[in-house]
């Protein structure tokens, strides 16, 4: 078998990454977004190790997520300026779908339902019908700031402050926004749960095939949950420790670190997890066993992204505040790497 290849993006952003998007089509294609105002688009063709920054797209303030919509030239941004916007790839247009009442933290597109969703730290969800722009969003209110967002064919998890989690069911929920003619501020979520992780979710992922998700939290553990809301599905949930690194001191116990970033491989269905220890590792959620950890990246481990094929996963590396650094900046030391997995890398493994 051939050796795995990992390289590292030419012309990286100026500042912390935000989050990394490989395109629904085509597996070489990246968007980053980034605290310095810009996305990035690169091409990762085999042709030039480095990567090929095809455009940077200037927002108005730091952009905090990023995703692609129908097909590989449309894409949505989430920004500090409050706002959600469509950007058109091809010619760099941008127009702005709605405005929140705070920053944007997260954006999600549903390619079955033509749907964005994006959630603020005012506390509220808005759904946009991408095919008729025009119409105003449907507006839900939430019980807390949202950290996280992840999407399926059918189900939106929202994981809050508070360690609140509310998962949607997509179908139900704009049938009745329908019903309530947009006015839907009180639309109940189809699941209600707390966190089993103790501390702050960071991050929320979910499963390929519609099963389940994994959080992430601030205190170096991770949690795999299922949908199913029948007692023998939520039998099998689980937390662990993850992300943690002997003390130097040499005492005996632990530094533990935030969990930033979770990614399921579209293929394999097991997942990525990547640490504020500089630290990725691979998962299997069915067999509770992680498959693989790399070598230490040189910063903390800011975003994870497999491409849609399975074959690239992107690693977005930027300082985190674990070292106690009071002035924050990613300058010169904000990397993107890009990891070609072997045909198995990523596949799991019998349970013990």
């Known amino acids: 078998m051939a050796p795995t290849i990992q390289y590292e993006i030419s012309n990286p952003p100026t500042d912390a990454v935000s989050a990394v998007k490989f395109a629904p089509g085509s597996p070489t294609r990246l968007l980053v977004s980034s605290w310095d105002r810009k996305v990035y688009l690169y091409e990762i063709s085999s ?32 920004g500090m300026d409050w706002q959600v916007k469509r950007l058109n790839l091809e010619t760099g247009e941008q127009d702005t779908l709605s405005a929140h009442t705070a920053p944007v933290k997260s954006v999600v597109y549903s390619r079955e339902h033509s749907l964005l969703v994006s959630a603020s730290w005012d506390s509220t969800l808005h759904f946009h019908d991408v095919s008729s722009p025009s119409n105003e969003p449907i507006k839900i209110t939430l019980p807390a700031k949202p950290h996280s967002l992840s999407i399926t064919a059918s189900k939106l998890v929202v994981a809050m402050a508070s360690r609140l989690v ?11 926004a329908a019903q309530s003619n947009g006015a839907a501020p009180d639309i109940k979520p189809w699941q209600q749960r707390e966190s089993s992780l103790k501390f702050m979710t960071r991050a929320v992922a979910c499963m390929p095939n519609d099963d389940g998700y994994a959080s992430s939290s601030i205190e170096g553990r991770v949690a ?8 023998e599905s939520q039998a099998r949930k689980y937390a662990f420790k993850c992300h943690r690194q002997p003390d130097p001191e040499g005492d005996g116990t632990d530094i533990v670190y935030p969990v930033n970033a979770l990614a ?5 269905g097991t997942f990525a997890s990547g640490g504020g220890d500089g630290v990725v590792a691979l998962w299997d959620a069915n067999a509770k066993r992680r498959i693989r950890q790399y070598q230490k990246y040189p910063q903390s481990v800011a975003a994870l992204g497999f491409s849609s094929d399975g074959k690239f996963l992107a690693i977005g590396v930027c300082p985190g505040f674990e070292n106690g650094q009071e002035e924050y ?3 010169g030391v904000t990397k993107i790497y890009i990891r070609e997995l072997g045909e198995t890398e990523a596949k799991g493994k019998a349970p013990k």
Request: glycine letters at 6%; charged letters at 25%; a negative charge.
């Open 47 to 78: 042709e030039n190790e480095n990567g090929d920054l095809i455009q940077a797209y200037t927002h108005r303030a730091p952009v905090l997520d990023v995703c692609f919509g129908k097909d590989d030239n449309e894409a949505f941004t989430a």
């Open 166 to 176: 509310y998962i949607y069911d997509l179908q139900d929920t704009l049938e009745l």
């Open 224 to 231: 795999v949950e299922w949908f199913d809301p029948s007692t």
């Open 264 to 268: 399921f491989h579209p293929v394999y």
């Open 329 to 331: 900046s990613g300058e």
